[in-house]
């Protein structure tokens, strides 16, 4: 029997996470296997968070709360896009859901209806086209590779939209990339959303405090004029090593917010109460240990690159925030494995790093933009160079073909 919806058996399980578990299946089979394929901090959640959570707890802060999140939470984000990036929302404009993923699924479930248009910059999180699918829109993939730096231009974007538009995503620092929108990129861009007044705008600014070379700009300061169409994603799972405690929040139009709340009063109801509770000490208690934790992911960010770049064959573009490279690797498309067998994609690639290097990578495939692969560097720098030398020595056994 099959048990799928039409539109469930369009779409795949979660790149990144097949990965993984391939990768720690291999592990426990005893292989020394590296994984970098997940998007995680391996740093631990900052002590004064976990004490929040145990205090929350002991209190009796341990029952149903509002569907989308507490008056206390709320308030904390309402004040956090205050102070940090300089944006004015009610806590009725504010939203809290189990994770950014479902803030995200949620906007497009109260917003998308069949055959809507949404148009996703590649490369992209591998779960934006998927939940489009899923909802039964149309995601538009719009490749900008790293000729274009991974950014979209206005031109393609105008090029782009037709009447069917719903949803631009757009997504900085991005994931997988690393790319980030200065405030004249931003600008250049709402001009032409100016023209459209049916499509919405989906910032997701979940790395914004993990950058490295250019500050970040929430895309809300930028295009003011768009608030009523735009709404910025975010949450503590990446800022503050938190991916486990499920915590996810937005801010924008108070009908959308709303209409959003009553989908998740529906669907999961309340995220965690203790969760929420240790989201409101993550934004308003000590900042302090970001700044030796970034300095540490730029550490690494240059490892990487450097390492990268000095494989033949391979061209990287240094990422300027989050956590992820992501190079180009078109040069061993064709190319023989010892064994004999032919890399067609990048996806044979990644197969063939975690087959013979053991390190596990997500290929390009999975972002929408091909041939590059995708690896994370929240490891330690003993890890990663480790890593580094085993995708080398891999590579350099990939034979070119006779002509």
Not at 68 to 90: C, Q, V
Not at 322 to 342: E, N
């Amino acid at each position: 029997m099959n048990y799928e919806s039409t539109n469930v058996s369009r779409i795949a399980e979660s790149p990144s996470m097949a990965i993984s578990v391939q990768a720690k299946t291999m592990r426990a089979a005893g292989e020394n296997v590296i994984d970098l394929s997940l998007g995680e901090p391996d740093f631990d959640t900052p002590a004064h968070i976990i004490a929040a959570a145990e205090r929350a707890m002991r209190n009796g802060i341990t029952r149903y709360t509002a569907a989308d999140g507490t008056p206390e939470l709320k308030a904390a984000i309402s004040h956090k896009f205050k102070t940090e990036n300089g944006l004015d929302f009610s806590t009725a404009e504010v939203t809290v859901a189990n994770g950014a993923k479902q803030i995200i699924f949620n906007a497009l479930l109260t917003t998308v209806e069949a055959g809507d248009e949404v148009i996703i910059p590649a490369p992209y999180w591998a779960s934006y086209s998927d939940m489009v699918t899923l909802l039964g829109g149309v995601p538009i993939i719009l490749e900008c590779g790293s000729e274009d730096n991974f950014l979209l231009s206005p031109e393609r974007l105008a090029a782009t939209i037709t009447p069917r538009t719903r949803w631009l995503f757009l997504n900085s620092p991005s994931n997988p990339s690393g790319a980030i929108y200065t405030h004249e990129q931003w600008v250049a861009l709402g001009a032409v959303l100016s023209k459209h007044p049916r499509v919405l705008v989906m910032s997701d600014e979940i790395y914004e405090r993990i950058v490295f070379d250019r500050p970040f700009v929430s895309f809300g300061i930028a295009c003011p004029e768009l608030r009523d169409r735009t709404l910025i994603v975010n949450g503590v799972s990446k800022t503050y090593a938190m991916t486990g405690w499920r915590i996810g929040y937005a801010a924008g139009p108070k009908g959308l917010i709303k209409a959003m709340g009553k989908v998740q009063s529906q669907s999961t109801g309340n995220p965690c109460s203790i969760s929420q509770a240790a989201a409101v000490e993550a934004l308003t208690g000590p900042q302090d240990f970001l700044i030796p934790m970034v300095a540490e992911y730029k550490a690494r960010r240059d490892l990487v690159v450097n390492g990268l770049a000095a494989i033949p064959g391979l061209e990287v573009v240094s990422p300027e925030g989050a956590f992820y490279a992501f190079p180009r690797c078109d040069a061993f498309i064709g190319r023989k494995t010892p064994d004999g067998a032919v890399i067609q994609s990048d996806t044979d690639l990644s197969a063939y790093l975690l087959r013979r290097a053991k390190v596990a990578t997500v290929p390009g495939a999975a972002y929408g933009l091909q041939p590059y692969f995708r690896l994370s560097f929240a490891s330690s720098q003993a890890v990663l160079a480790d890593a580094l030398e085993r995708i080398r020595a891999a590579l350099l056994e990939l034979e070119v073909q006779a002509a």
